[in-house]
């Protein structure tokens, strides 16, 4: 018995135990936590775009037509000039497996001559199909007009199609593919993380609470004055010229967590859509709301009209129309007062409004000061 009362007691301490540790998990652990570096972004680290025009060829037959492209036998001849071939004067070239394409694709961060990286390609002309094609050797410009990449290869394009006796059948879309790891850098962008000692934080979201929660998070692991929020954007991060490991100094500071405070109550409308997209801010105050769909119904029904005998008349031809309003009643619902978003959603369920509905409601509830949130249409 004495063993059995042991074990017991033990059981039960090992309970509280677990209870109490989970008591006080409740409260230190972070509500929303997320590190830096998905809050925010180091100044001047970033890609760069990269724009190019070239020529694909190997078509079946899908290229592009030259009474409506004629840029693209112009490219053709402007690329046989360049390898010494020269035309007849008077040719007029019309090339089905050729299409004119515009090579875009983005410069990372970093990236050093030799490497390589990802390009897409779009037709510029009427070619109805690049499956199949090879990208000839494109010079890829930045916006100085410099050139940063050399892009050529086979393309991927992600849809197939046919058409035959007026008939056509197409998945996905056919003017526009990828070449993987098609691009080769030939210039490095300098990129300098920090400047007269100094590294900026761009912070993703204009928010003060966000910028000053980052500055104290690098404080508390930096130290004291190493970093300070200048508005709800910026964050200015100190860092010594002399520093043994500035890529560490950046790495710890990206991986730093911080503990997001409540954000600004916002509900975003899409008027082209009707898409209804709230945040957990949202809180619904009580209100009264009264909804009902109209209809308007009109049919037209042709009739003709004969002339009486022996009138000299001529038939003609009338419309009989009649219009309906159809009036679905709409009850006066009470809302109760919603603190969380559960009762936010659980109350405009209650009304039984479609979403394009929901776009008008949430307006008047916003007019008449019953909805605590800031309203934006997209």
């Known amino acids: 018995m004495s063993r059995e009362r042991f074990s017991g007691e033990r059981l039960l301490r090992a309970v509280v135990l677990l209870a109490l540790l989970v008591a006080s998990a409740a409260v230190w652990w972070p509500a929303h936590a997320a590190r830096i570096k998905e809050l925010a972004s180091v100044q001047g680290v970033r890609p760069n775009q990269l724009t190019g025009f070239g020529l694909v060829f190997g078509l079946d037959g899908t290229g592009d037509q030259s009474t409506q492209a004629p840029f693209t036998p112009q490219a053709l001849a402007a690329y046989l000039q360049q390898h010494g071939i020269a035309l007849p004067p008077g040719v007029q070239m019309q090339p089905k497996n050729l299409a004119a394409v515009v090579v875009t694709a983005d410069l990372p961060a970093f990236a050093q001559p030799g490497q390589r990286i990802d390009v897409t390609v779009a037709s510029a002309g009427n070619a109805k199909s690049l499956r199949g094609g090879t990208l000839l050797a494109t010079a890829l410009r930045g916006a100085d007009g410099q050139i940063y990449a050399i892009a050529q290869g086979n393309m991927i394009v992600g849809g197939a199609g046919a058409s035959a006796g007026g008939a056509k059948v197409q998945i996905n879309h056919l003017a526009a593919g990828r070449v993987p790891e098609g691009g080769t ?6 990129t300098q993380l920090s400047r007269a000692g100094v590294m900026q934080l761009d912070v993703s979201a204009n928010d ?3 910028a000053r929660a980052v500055a104290q998070a690098i404080n508390q692991a930096k130290g004291a ?5 200048v508005d709800g954007r910026v964050v200015r991060v100190r860092m010594a010229d002399n520093m043994p490991d500035p890529v560490g100094f950046v790495a710890d500071i990206e991986n730093l967590e911080v ?3 409540k954000p600004a109550a916002r509900v975003v409308l899409n008027a082209r859509t009707g898409s209804v997209v709230l945040n957990e801010a949202v809180t619904l105050g009580t209100c009264a709301v009264a ?5 308007v119904t009109v049919n037209a029904t042709p009739q003709v009209s004969q002339p009486a005998p022996f009138s000299q008349g001529q038939t003609t031809k009338t419309e009989k129309v009649d219009i309906a309003i159809t009036q679905q009643g709409g009850a006066l619902m009470q809302l109760p007062p919603g603190a969380k978003l559960a009762d936010v959603v659980r109350a405009l369920n209650a009304l039984g409004a479609t979403p394009q509905d929901l776009l ?3 307006q008047a509830m916003k007019s008449a000061g019953a909805l605590n949130a800031e309203i934006e249409v997209i």
């Open 291 to 295: 909804h009902g769909a109209l209809t």
């Open 360 to 362: 008008a409601i949430l």
């Open 259 to 261: 503990t997001l405070a």
């Open 185 to 190: 850098v030939e210039r490095a962008v300098p």
């Open 225 to 229: 004055g190493t970093a300070q929020a």
């Open 208 to 210: 003060f609470a966000t």
